[in-house]
């Protein structure tokens, strides 16, 4: 099995709750002692997980980052990012998905996965070129969200949207040029929100296969939100759409 760091409390802890035979062994910072690392250790030592002292230079040098919390755990990759049909023929019910076309910045992939968790959403799906990896930062950032959202990774992007029309999904990317916004669509069949990358919006096949376009009403002065903030926005109406439904 491939390895990976992960790093932050949040997301080794995550990673012991949900799939604890993955983790390798964990590095702790020797010198913190404070409740929420002696739980820490504590789930970890009751899981069989090794535990290795280190000092925080230790620690940044094996993730590359000071802001690793003083504990950094060894994981063997998950099974999460299946292959997209096996994980849409086990959902029940109409799919929601979230569509990220080129994001580079890894805090913005966590926050979205985060979100995406959040909201009960099925799948982020990406494409393989020119978009950031989930990486050590992405997990961090992710708050355990990325053990717990299938994150799926496509080799043609505008492909795999014409696929899930043909599953009845309705591909759906925001815009800031057009004049419908997402409280004129509705959102409680298979959704696919696509957001476009973090300067260049959509990619023009990208935006040529959605079915519809939308925008995020901005009624003050800033022209677009970040990434995963619009993320959430429209991840959460389709949400609140379904809820009222039921």
Not at 53 to 64: E, H, T
Not at 229 to 239: D, I, K, T, W
Request: glycine share 8%; with cysteine.
């Amino acid at each position: 099995m491939k390895s990976k760091m992960i790093f932050g409390f949040h997301a080794v802890t995550s990673r012991i709750r949900h799939e604890a035979s993955s983790v390798e062994e964990i590095y702790v910072d020797s010198d913190r002692s404070d409740r929420r690392m002696q739980e820490l250790i504590h789930a970890a030592k009751s899981a069989g997980i090794r535990i290795i002292q280190a000092d925080d230079q230790r620690l940044s040098n094996i993730v590359g980052t000071r802001r690793h919390q003083g504990v950094v755990a060894k994981a063997g990759e998950l099974s999460l990012a299946r292959n997209l049909d096996e994980l849409l023929d086990a959902i029940e019910g109409p799919p929601l998905l979230l569509i990220l076309d080129g994001i580079t910045d890894p805090h913005n992939l966590g926050a979205c996965l985060r979100v995406a968790d959040g909201v009960g959403a099925h799948a982020v799906i990406a494409p393989k070129d020119r978009a950031v990896g989930l990486n050590a930062t992405a997990a961090k950032v992710a708050s355990g969200a990325a053990e717990t959202v299938p994150y799926i990774t496509v080799t043609n992007l505008a492909r795999t949207l014409r696929d899930l029309k043909e599953r009845d999904i309705w591909i759906i990317g925001t815009s800031d040029d057009v004049d419908k916004t997402i409280y004129d669509v509705d959102f409680k069949g298979g959704i696919a929100i696509v957001m476009g990358n973090e300067g260049e919006g959509m990619r023009r096949l990208t935006r040529e296969t959605c079915d519809m376009l939308v925008q995020i009403p901005m009624l003050g002065s800033v022209e677009s939100l970040n990434v995963s903030v619009a993320s959430g926005v429209c991840l959460y109406e389709a949400r609140r759409q379904r809820i009222a439904s039921q």
